[in-house]
């Protein structure tokens, strides 16, 4: 990654209509049909033997989306993830949300998976959410997250960047008392980073506060930069970093 600032996030934001490679019946590849086809989406899933998932119509192939999706989400495995990444760019895609490839993903298998993808999406300049994440939630949108959205979540003017996917769901279940622009779990950071979604949210004119619980800063350079950019916006931004050592 370099130092610069990247802000290609509005897709995002304002998604109409998702791609679920890996439906399922079950699991991440249910859950994100269900969350990307709420509040109005048109969400398709793809799996080679599958006609329906969670109540939406299965294609067998990424090719055979009878629309140009505004995100894809994959909910694969080491085995499986990377050649369904390349048919995806292939294809054309460019904006994913990857929740998988955790703790799940053990070994060298699970190493050579994370190592592949994180090279073919940087290849490709892609942006995507994760890989190890949660997602991103919008409040009363689609919404490629990989947990549970709860009925309070609701818009507002606050947004939560967040390394850790456990603080990401408990963010979501704090009811009406915040009002959210969104949440977006940001995992592994594997093509954009935290730096790079603060910058985006200083720059959103809908966005009066931001806050972020960070595990680590992977660019200080590029993050010092978004957080003078906040400052020149009057824009106020707070911090939890965690970790072992006396500063954190």
């Known amino acids: 990654m370099t130092d610069a600032l990247r802000m290609d996030f509005a897709p995002l934001l304002d998604i109409r209509r998702a791609a679920v490679v890996g439906a399922s019946e079950r699991g991440p ?17 793809v799996h080679p033997t599958r006609e329906e998932a969670a109540g939406h119509r299965c294609v067998p192939s990424i090719h055979d989306v009878p629309f140009q999706p505004d995100v894809v989400a994959i909910a694969l495995g080491p085995r499986t993830i ?14 994913f949300a990857i ?22 999406l940087r290849a490709a300049d892609a942006v995507c959410v994760g890989i190890n994440c949660m997602g991103i939630a919008v409040p009363e ?31 979501l279940a704090l009811g009406p008392r915040v009002g959210f622009r969104d949440v977006v779990s940001i995992g592994a950071e594997t093509s ?9 949210r200083v720059e959103d ?12 800063v992977r660019r200080p350079e590029a993050f010092r ?4 950019c906040a400052a020149e916006a009057g824009k106020p931004v707070v911090v939890l970093k965690v970790g072992r050592s006396e500063v954190a």
């Open 29 to 45: 590849g249910y859950t994100l049909l269900c969350n990307l086809g709420a509040h109005g989406g048109e969400v398709v899933g």
């Open 82 to 95: 990377v050649p369904a990444l390349d048919e995806a760019l292939a294809a054309g895609h460019r904006v």
């Open 99 to 120: 929740p998988g490839l955790g703790a799940e993903a053990a070994g060298e298998e699970g190493d050579a998976a994370r190592a592949a993808v994180r090279e073919r």
């Open 141 to 171: 949108r689609p919404s490629p997250w990989m947990g549970t959205i709860c009925p309070g979540f609701r818009e507002g003017g606050v947004a939560a960047i967040v390394g850790s996917g456990s603080i990401g769901e408990a963010v």
């Open 192 to 200: 954009r980073d935290a730096a790079d979604w603060l910058a985006f």
């Open 205 to 216: 004119e809908r966005t009066r506060a931001i806050g972020l619980f960070l595990e680590a």
């Open 225 to 228: 930069a978004a957080l003078e």
